[in-house]
């Protein structure tokens, strides 16, 4: 089928379903006809699909890009056409009232917006324009905000019925876990930067990160040694639960045992200190072992140490590495997040957004992280992200 008789079915399916005030003037069959897309992934926009885009508290005093947009046309146009958007106050207590949610609109000024997109004569797309969002301190931490973009009108051109409202919910994160990365024992993440290779980062550092275990190894299932790993470089610096010798549901840190028996299905946040020729290790920000051991880091690897058989069932949050012997206070203080603008920082991932099937490195030092599977066979896998944590918190009991 051509593109054209394609765009001409759906607008005519749209015409057939939509209610009278989201249609703009009535499409006669043969007309000039638009809708609003969502550019990513190229969606028609729809109302009952908001676009959802968070950011940290810290994040504050920065721009974010919340959404991109454009027009696109059922046929090729003759001549400049000239589209316009506004935002649409009334939507968001339209959509509460219909779905049940309590979305605070979200006030204009944080919002900078392109209003005008041309679409030159022989296209059926025009220009890309983006809504761009103040990350404010005004703005109220953990609260669920919304604003809607209405195509108003295009110059030649009728509106195809509902599809002229884009949906976009924000919301700022602080003190909460957002998304997460989930793994199983056959996957493994690695830095991406072609070595894998974490040596320059010293022999001063801290590995830290929020991990929830979602299974041990037991006496019937014990892999190799009973080990599953968290993060780290084999037989330089390397947090695991179990080994011979060490209870599965407890983790050894750059060679230790730390003494604590950890529970499945609990969110934990855990930072290992090298500093100096010792070890400091750390448990939901409180200090529960200290060691007299040096260590480094090389190949650096997420849920994987020495082969494949020592993976792990978890999902991971906010994982970090420093170049700095982070101290007790920062690290109590930081548990959920840091600025990625932190001089200190060399990579960090916060597992809340996907690039290119890479978990990005938010500090800006080009480690992103890349999914592996454990065995040959098994390949590279697709990175997808989980939300079934928002909003929870650690037990700092």
């Known amino acids: 089928m051509k593109k054209s008789n394609l765009i001409i079915g759906l607008f005519l399916?749209?015409?057939?379903?939509?209610?009278?005030?989201?249609?703009?003037?009535?499409?006669?069959?043969?007309?000039?006809?638009?809708?609003?897309?969502?550019?990513?992934?190229?969606?028609?926009?729809?109302?009952a699909s908001p676009i959802a885009v968070s950011a940290q508290a810290t994040d504050e005093g920065t721009q974010k890009t919340v959404a991109s947009y454009q027009v696109q046309l059922f046929k090729e146009n003759n001549t400049n056409l000239v589209a316009t958007v506004a935002l649409d106050e009334t939507q968001v207590a339209k959509y509460n009232a219909l779905y049940g949610t309590q979305y605070t609109?979200?006030?204009?000024?944080?919002?900078?917006?392109?209003?005008?997109?041309?679409?030159?004569?022989?296209?059926?797309?025009?220009?890309?324009?983006?809504?761009?969002l103040n990350i404010s301190s005004e703005l109220k931490d953990n609260t669920p905000y919304m604003f809607a973009l209405r195509l108003n009108s295009v110059?030649?051109?009728?509106?195809?019925?509902?599809?002229?409202?884009?949906?976009?919910t924000f919301e700022k994160i602080k003190g909460q876990i957002k998304n997460t990365l989930a793994v199983t024992?056959?996957?493994?993440?690695?830095?991406?930067?072609?070595?894998?290779?974490?040596s320059d980062i010293g022999d001063t550092f801290t590995m830290e990160g929020l991990i929830n275990v979602q299974k041990f190894r037991g006496p019937d299932d014990r892999g190799e040694a009973g080990i599953s790993t968290f993060m780290g470089t084999e037989g330089k610096a390397l947090m695991r639960f179990g080994d011979n010798?060490?209870?599965?549901?407890?983790?050894?840190?750059?060679?230790?045992?730390i003494g604590v028996k950890f529970k499945l299905n609990q969110w934990y946040h855990i930072a290992l200190v090298i500093d100096n020729g010792k070890t400091t290790a750390y448990v939901n920000?409180?200090?529960?072992?200290?060691?007299?051991?040096?260590?480094?880091?090389?190949?650096?690897?997420?849920?994987?140490?020495?082969?494949?058989?020592?993976?792990?069932?978890a999902r991971f949050s906010e994982l970090r590495l420093w170049k700095t012997a982070r101290t007790a206070a920062q690290i109590k203080d930081a548990m959920y997040e840091v600025s990625p603008r932190d001089g200190g920082l060399f990579a960090y991932w916060k597992m809340n957004e996907v690039k290119n099937n890479k978990i990005p490195d938010v500090s800006g030092n080009g480690r992103d992280l890349i999914m592996q599977g454990q065995s040959k066979k098994a390949g590279r896998q697709n990175i997808k992200l989980h939300d079934e944590d928002k909003g929870v918190k650690i037990n700092e009991e």
Not at 105 to 132: D, M, R
Not at 285 to 313: H, Q
């Open 245 to 257: 010798g060490v209870d599965p549901d407890h983790m050894q840190a750059n060679g230790q045992d």
């Open 185 to 198: 024992r056959d996957e493994y993440l690695k830095i991406d930067n072609g070595t894998s290779d974490a």
């Open 285 to 313: 920000g409180k200090k529960v072992s200290e060691f007299n051991k040096s260590g480094a880091l090389g190949e650096f690897f997420v849920g994987r140490s020495y082969s494949g058989g020592r993976g792990i069932v």
């Open 13 to 47: 399916a749209f015409a057939a379903c939509a209610p009278k005030e989201d249609v703009a003037g009535g499409a006669k069959l043969g007309s000039q006809a638009a809708v609003l897309l969502q550019k990513d992934g190229n969606k028609t926009a729809d109302f």
């Open 155 to 168: 110059s030649g051109a009728v509106i195809t019925p509902n599809t002229q409202l884009l949906m976009v």
């Open 105 to 132: 609109l979200l006030p204009e000024k944080y919002l900078s917006y392109s209003k005008v997109l041309n679409i030159k004569a022989g296209n059926v797309l025009s220009e890309e324009g983006t809504a761009k």
